[in-house]
Every structure is written in C-alpha cells, then in structure tokens.
C-alpha cells in the first residue's frame, strides 16, 4: 500500500472520530496558546489530521490523492532507497512549516486555533509543480487546465492576497508556506531537479 493512500485513511479516520467528539479535537487541534504554554509541541503534526468537515476533508483527500500518487512515485525512484521515508518526512514537515507563521503571529491569542492538512497538501501539489511543471492542471470554474508552473504562480499570489485581507477562517498563510516549502525540499535533497524545472519550462515554451 502506497503512503500517499496511508495517509489519506489514517487522516480520514480521526478527523470523522474528531467531528463529534469535541474532546478529541481540542486535544489535537493547533493552538499556539496552549502549545507555548503547556510544551504541547505534537500539536504541530496532530492538527493535519483534523478538518472542520466532510467537504473540507474530501477536498483535502481528494488533492493528496491526484498528486500524491505522482510525486510519491518520483520520490521513490529519485531517493532510493529511502524514498518513501523521505517522502513521508516531507508530508509531517509540510504540516508543522506551514503553522510556525501562525504560531508566531497567534502565541498569545487564546481565541485562535486552526487545523487541517492544506498545508502538506499545498506542499505535495507543489512538489509535483517541479516535477512536471508543464503538466496541466485545473482550476475551479475555470474549464481549461493550465501549465502546473502558471497555476503555481497564480496560487502564491492568491493566498498571499487573501493572507492579506483576512476576510475568512481559511488558512492562507499555511497554503503559502506549504507551498513554498514543497517545491523547495526536493531541491534540497537533489539540487539539479530545480535545473531539470527550468529545463522543461524553457523547452515547452
């Protein structure tokens, strides 16, 4: 069984235990009030296993399932023959990257908390972006698919716009920062993927 489908049924199972047992979920929840002042730093990870919803949960599982099976795989054959493990080691970091702006902006706001796995979600979407950049990819409402490098450009700004705004309960910065962080850490690991992006970049247009 592949870890992408793991983590989709792991996560699906406490966040459906967690919508109707509220114990639970603010036992696991991302709180950086009660985490800066009980040390309760699992909060980081734990909080990615939670959604507010089905439709929130679906949409999440949904995007893990479509481009997790595509960057897992280069994973697995890219960094061999750990590729799995360091696959899974950039899913865990994606979540807890994408909460430490947060954290540092909401430590002393006991009213804040946030949950959800869009931050390592955005993390493996973007992963994907360096791999097959020119691989098309769909927007809501909007019928034709565009080259994954465009949407991934589009995505940054829009959620650094609506981080801005603060008009919803939505977590745009962690988008961001998941985002960010996904397309970087391959680079880390094996520097000349970011050559290759480019490469095919230049080459498909």
């Known amino acids: 069984m592949s870890i992408t489908l793991l983590i989709i049924i792991l996560t699906s199972i406490i966040s459906v235990g967690a919508f109707n047992n509220q114990n639970m979920m603010q036992q696991l929840i991302f709180s950086p009030y009660t985490i800066k002042r009980k040390g309760e730093w699992f909060r980081f990870i734990s ?3 939670l959604h507010i919803n089905f439709l929130h949960l679906i949409f999440n599982m949904y995007a893990l399932y479509l481009f997790g099976k595509i960057t897992e795989n280069y994973f697995r054959e890219l960094f061999q023959p750990m590729g799995g493990t360091v696959y899974l080691f950039m899913y865990l970091l994606g979540i807890g990257l994408s909460e430490v702006y947060s954290y540092v902006k909401h430590q002393d706001n006991p009213n804040y908390a946030s949950l959800g796995a869009s931050g390592a979600v ?3 979407v973007f992963a994907s972006i360096l791999f097959e950049p020119l691989n098309k990819i769909g927007i809501i409402f909007f019928p034709v698919g565009i080259p994954g490098f ?4 589009l995505y940054l700004l829009y959620s650094m716009y609506m981080a801005r705004q603060a ?5 745009h910065n962690a ?3 998941g985002a960010v962080f996904g397309f970087i850490f391959p680079i880390i690991m094996k520097p000349s993927l970011f050559e290759n992006f480019l490469a ?3 080459n498909g247009y």
């Open 175 to 177: 988008h961001f920062y």
């Open 167 to 171: 008009r919803d309960n939505i977590g």
């Open 122 to 124: 955005s993390a493996v």
């Open 200 to 202: 095919q970049v230049s």
């Open 150 to 153: 465009v949407f991934g450009i």
């Open 47 to 49: 909080s990615g296993l």
